[in-house]
């Protein structure tokens, strides 16, 4: 497959244009003016709100004025993942796209189809003169990747729709009409370095080439987590032998698996030569353990400098926390029915050491509010004991499934009478905006989906081609067959 043969091309132009537009969370302001000029130079009704948000309306074509208004909405920010050692700088430099077999990917770097391929679908839409529809709402939201930002700023009645589809999910043929609500929490501690003990080694210890992925979607995947592994192999050298950090630094975002680290510390001279044994025990043992889902991790572990150390107490309360710090499945749905779908989870996301404190933030997602505020005081009990201050959000709520949606029985009906078979109907232990979207609007009728989707949130992410056309053609008999108000 070629680039000529992207199907629908008038998505795939779309795409390719909103990829040439940096667009990093909290730093969207190029794709927005870009918006803003998009619909105002089709003569549409466009307007921006005070936090960034974009609507562009587009009225019905003939003989559908009387349907009801839906709102069609992607988030324009993207995750900004590259491999360790490419040069790209995602505040200047345009994704690089290549098709790979029936996927497209991007050279090194996340793909941004996550959600810009939903924006390139309302796009082509609101480009469009031969699609029939009723009354459309396009909205564009800022910032959904770093804590949902432009959906909470939205104030109720900026959108004016009955029914809304937001195109953020990741598996074609995959309804969703709930997801998770979810909270971060930010540990800082503090301390004054000073010089390490005379007679002491420094070595750096690192880990790479892990799959990563969403922190909500892939949590129950089996995945390493490198700064959780990282840190067990520090807390296993410090019970052993003694151990002062440097410095240690795994992950980047809140809501992606960390796929690398390293951590830079000083041990007693006299057994550098029984932590290297150690180390390379321990990465065969940690690759036997990950044998299925991580085929290309690489450890490494190398004299390092000399440097300033972490107080003794600062540095071994902080491996004790990141050992402790729960990570990955807590606990999964009680119900039946969905007893397959993840209820509560942690993600020990980042961790960054600078001059004088180190940060690390952890994001707890759960389907039940109450497990929720459970999970995120477990994570907050652990650092509070190991000294650290702690800070955190207040979150997004959860989408609860609406079991008399309108929209829900149009979308499954139109899929059958399209594809022969029936979608799947679910839930989502991702956060989605929806779940904003149902306090603001507690009326709304509401349902996501998308094109499928691999690898999110990670270098390795990539899009299967034709899944675009299915949802393309989902969402045209969605809109052909949109109820009367």
């Not at 071994?316 to 606990?331: E, P």
């Not at 707890?364 to 650290?388: C, E, H, P, W, Y």
């Not at 009478?417 to 991702?430: E, N």
Request: charged share 25%; with cysteine; aromatic share 8%.
């Amino acid at each position: 497959m070629n680039k000529s043969e992207l199907k629908p091309a008038c998505v795939f132009e779309m795409f390719a244009k909103i990829n040439q537009i940096p667009r990093p969370s909290k730093r969207e302001e190029k794709m927005i003016e870009y918006l803003k000029n998009f619909g105002e130079s089709r003569g549409l009704e466009t307007k921006v709100d005070e936090t960034g948000n974009v609507l562009i309306r587009k009225p019905a074509t003939k003989g559908y004025e009387n349907r009801a208004t839906v709102i069609l909405q992607s988030h324009m920010d993207m995750v900004c993942e590259k491999l360790v050692d490419l040069d790209f700088d995602f505040d200047k430099d345009a994704i690089q796209t290549y098709i790979d077999g029936e996927w497209l990917a991007a050279k090194g770097t996340t793909l941004g189809a996550d959600d810009g391929i939903g924006c390139a679908i309302e796009m082509a839409i609101l480009d469009s003169n031969d699609i029939e529809h009723g009354p459309l709402e396009c909205v564009f939201t800022r910032d959904e990747e770093t804590g949902l930002t432009g959906a909470e700023g939205m104030k109720p009645g900026f959108m004016t729709g009955d029914m809304l589809i937001n195109l953020d999910s990741e598996d074609e043929g995959q309804i969703f009409v709930s997801c998770a609500g979810g909270r971060n929490t930010t540990a800082t501690f503090r301390f004054q370095r000073e010089e390490a003990p005379a007679g002491m080694f420094f070595m750096k210890a690192s880990l790479k080439g892990l799959v990563g992925g969403h922190s909500g979607d892939d949590i129950n995947k089996k995945r390493g987590n490198a700064l959780k592994i990282i840190a067990r192999f520090l807390y296993m050298v410090q019970e052993k032998y003694g151990l002062r950090l440097v410095s240690y630094n795994a992950g980047k975002l809140h809501n992606a698996i960390p796929r690398d680290g390293v951590a830079h510390f000083a041990v007693p001279a006299d057994v550098k030569e029984n932590v290297k044994a150690d180390w390379n025990v321990f990465a065969a043992e940690v690759q036997e353990e990950y044998h299925v889902t991580e085929k290309s991790m690489q450890f490494n572990m190398e004299s390092a400098e000399a440097a300033p150390v972490l107080p003794i107490e600062a540095s071994t309360r902080i491996i004790q926390a990141l050992q402790a710090a729960d990570n990955g499945v807590f606990a999964m749905c009680q119900d039946e029915e969905i007893a397959w779908l993840v209820e509560t989870s942690n993600n020990v996301a980042s961790c960054e050491t600078k001059e004088n404190e180190m940060v690390v933030i952890a994001s707890q997602r759960s389907n039940v509010m109450s497990a929720l505020d459970n999970q995120a005081a477990t994570i907050k009990a652990v650092f509070q004991l190991a000294g650290a201050e702690v800070v955190q959000g207040d979150g997004y709520p959860a989408w609860k499934m609406n079991p008399n949606s309108k929209m829900t029985k149009l979308a499954v009906e139109t899929y059958r009478k399209l594809f022969g078979k029936d979608p799947k109907v679910l839930g989502i232990h991702a956060g989605l905006e929806c779940g904003l979207f149902s306090e603001k609007y507690p009326n709304l009728d509401m349902v996501s989906f998308g094109p499928t989707l691999r690898g999110v949130h990670s270098p390795d992410e990539r899009l299967l081609i034709p899944t675009v056309q299915m949802v393309w053609d989902h969402l045209m008999e969605i809109l052909k067959n949109t109820p009367e108000k």
